[in-house]
T-cell receptor
Framework: SQTIHQWPATLVQPVGSPLSLECTVE??????LYWYRQAAGRGLQLLFY??????ISSEVPQNLSASRPQDRQFILSSKKLLLSDSGFYLC????????????FGNGTRLTVT | QKEVEQNSGPLSVPEGAIASLNCTYS??????FFWYRQYSGKSPELIMF????GDKEDGRFTAQLNKASQYVSLLIRDSQPSDSATYLC??????????FGQGTTLQVKP
């Protein structure tokens, strides 16, 4: 069966510090991978998605970036965090296609202080 | 107009009652519709999906889709306190991406 791992679970970082969140998927090949952010009391905002190694699409211009160095690894990064980057970051995978649901990791709660 | 709209709630129902959660969407070409449940502080988990007009039942859950009215709903029968959560409606856009509503918070009171 497929599983998705996301870490760390919680993170407290000062403004201006770098960020690296990692996500890996097991049990499937060539998944579509996604990074979402959920601000407190808000809906899910799609940040990046990837349909293959090295292929990244950005949905929202901001100081975040994403990379996919391996088929089942997806990384979210920032060189300098802003207060507004605080939120609940969720990695998700899907098999692609219009009928495909997404399956989420446990999320990372990021607080920028 | 938002692409996927839900009433944020909270929707409060007594234990054992039917909870009705509603969602409207703007893209008439949308083909796939999903309901996720999100407990406080946790990630969303898929509970139902529906592709065709009509009803789809899974245990205590029923998803209803009306494409003509661009409306999808989730009914929860015999609501339990453990059903208290935020329910997210998600719709596949014409670009294939999954667009989420803001979610409806459900409170089931014992």
């Amino acid at each position: 069966s497929q599983t998705i791992h996301q870490w760390p679970a919680t993170l407290v970082q000062p403004v201006g510090s770098p960020l690296s969140l990692e996500c890996t998927v097991e049990g499937t090949s060539n998944p579509n991978l996604y990074w979402y952010r959920q601000a407190a009391g808000r809906g899910l905002q799609l940040l990046f998605y990837s349909v293959g190694i090295g292929q990244i699409s950005s949905e929202v211009p901001q100081n975040l970036s994403a990379s996919r160095p391996q088929d089942r690894q997806f990384i979210l990064s920032s060189k300098k965090l802003l207060l507004s980057d605080s939120g609940f970051y969720l990695c998700a995978w899907g098999v692609g296609g219009k009928d495909s649901p997404l399956h989420f990791g446990n999320g990372t709660r990021l607080t920028v202080t | 107009q938002k692409e996927v709209e839900q009433n944020s709630g909270p929707l409060s129902v007594p234990e054992g009652a039917i909870a009705s959660l509603n969602c409207t969407y703007s893209d008439r070409g949308s083909q796939s519709f999903f309901w996720y449940r999100q407990y406080s502080g946790k990630s969303p988990e898929l509970i139902m999906f529906i592709y065709s007009n009509g009803d789809k039942e899974d245990g205590r859950f029923t998803a209803q889709l009306n494409k003509a009215s661009q409306y999808v709903s989730l009914l929860i029968r015999d609501s339990q306190p453990s059903d208290s959560a935020t329910y997210l409606c998600a719709v596949t856009s014409n670009t294939g991406k999954l667009i989420f509503g803001q979610g409806t918070t459900l409170q089931v009171k014992p």
